[in-house]
């Protein structure tokens, strides 16, 4: 028998302000991306140009861990192990923590499905495909002719916007709808992705700004619904 008087835990945010959040950080992010991109080719041409030494380079490859598909994959299933009121969605299971969490991992990889629509209807040449010294102007990325030579990677014409940005901005979206006390900490981990796909030169700062926008706007639309009510605790104490 559950104990009455179990202690409750904080939950979500209110959906519709919390929504109303996100979309008002991705306004924000896209004004910052558009402001970026006269920034983008001094930032481009430095980071390339600087490869940051030994230890340092190799812990700021590890900061792409949030937003890479496969690592934040690993975060969500941590959180569904170590949170016993979120339960993973199976068939003939469709409880309000199988729909709460199903909101979590729709949230994390909407926006990174999004971008790369755009990717497909916009060419811009990622930093490391460049030739970044005949470029006169950031619109001259947008198009394959400030390509460095011939490429047989056609990534190398998807660097606009980020689809790391946007996964880890969705990822931090909703782990922050389920915990909002770690709103900085996520964050954070967000903020240290975008900049380690700019310090790679995998990316412009405004591909950056612009993958993180779209990633909190399909985080966005994934976290509605009701707000959950019960706690880890009250559905684990027993007397």
């Keep these: 028998m559950r104990s009455s008087s179990s202690p409750s835990v904080r939950g979500p945010l209110p959906i519709g302000g919390f929504q109303v959040s996100l979309v008002a950080t991705a306004m924000i992010l896209m004004v910052v991306g558009g402001a970026a991109f006269v920034v983008d080719l001094p930032v481009a041409s430095w980071c390339k140009a600087h490869r940051l030494p030994g230890e340092l380079g190799r812990l700021v490859n590890l900061l792409e861990i949030s937003g890479h598909s496969l690592g934040a994959a690993v975060v969500l299933i941590a959180v569904v192990v170590l949170d016993r009121w979120l339960r993973m969605p199976l068939p003939g299971r ?7 969490f199903s909101r979590m991992i ?8 999004i971008t790369d629509i ?12 460049a030739d970044l010294a005949s470029v006169g102007s950031w619109l001259g990325t947008f198009g394959p002719a400030s390509l460095g030579g011939p490429s047989s990677h056609h990534a ?9 940005s946007a ?11 389920r915990y909002p006390h770690g709103v900085p900490l996520f964050a954070m981990l967000a903020l240290a992705t975008a900049l380690q796909r700019v310090t790679t030169s995998a990316h412009y700062p405004s591909d950056a700004a612009f993958g993180a926008a779209v990633g909190l706007i399909g985080a966005a639309l ?15 104490s027993a007397s």
């Design 94 to 100: 469709w409880g309000e923590g199988e729909r709460a």
């Design 106 to 113: 729709a949230a994390t990889y909407a926006g990174g499905l």
């Design 118 to 129: 755009i990717k497909m209807c916009v060419e811009r040449v990622r930093p490391r495909a």
């Design 156 to 164: 190398d014409v998807m660097s606009f916007p980020s689809g790391h």
């Design 167 to 177: 996964v880890a901005a969705g990822l931090a979206a909703a782990l922050a709808w």
């Design 222 to 236: 994934c976290l509605g619904g009701p707000r959950p009510r019960h706690s880890p605790l009250a559905d684990s």
